[in-house]
């Protein structure tokens, strides 16, 4: 394959995990905060469940991309040019959206029907009879959450630096 086309896939994964990087950061040191200190439950739950959602997502599609072209860049590298830097910036990035893999994989095995899960899981516990939400247990979810993003961003920062560190030795 040509050299240009390794060249780019390196780039993007590396652009990817950067991007993964920083949104786990934000996530966990900017946004959840201000979500701890809304005065009432039910609106920081509606933000909540949206924010967690749009994560997933985005976390998914940067996290596939990256792996991905990362990957890729290591099987059409020449023989002389596999570096392992690729692999090893491929399992970080892998190892830090694989607790949501496992997730998804240990409820599709326990439940019949998996497309009507949302991937919000514990959020029973949240609500309360009356159609309100417990606001220590949201507080306590939110704060886990916050905890698992931060682990996220350590793994993908690494994974990023791994990335950078290859690069700049492959020129």
Known sequence: MSRPTISISKFVGT???G?????????????????LALP????AHATFLQLRTLTSRHQTLLSTLS???????YVLSPP???????LWASLATALGFGSEIWGYVTKSMKRKDVGSDDGLEGME????????????????GMEKWRGKMGVKAGIWGLAW????????GDR
């Not at 009432?40 to 609106?43: E, G």
């Not at 009879?129 to 417990?134: A, H, L, P, T």
């Open 125 to 140: 516990e949240w609500e309360v009879e009356d159609g309100g939400v417990n606001g220590e247990a949201l507080r306590e």
């Open 67 to 73: 792996t991905s072209s990362l990957l890729l860049a």
């Open 80 to 86: 002389r040019s596999k570096h392992p830097y690729l």
């Open 15 to 17: 652009i990817g995990l």
């Open 19 to 35: 991007l993964l990087t920083g949104v786990s950061y934000t996530l966990s040191t900017t946004t959840v905060p201000p979500l």
């Open 40 to 43: 009432s439950a039910p609106p």
């Open 161 to 168: 630096g791994i990335s950078i560190v290859g690069l700049w």
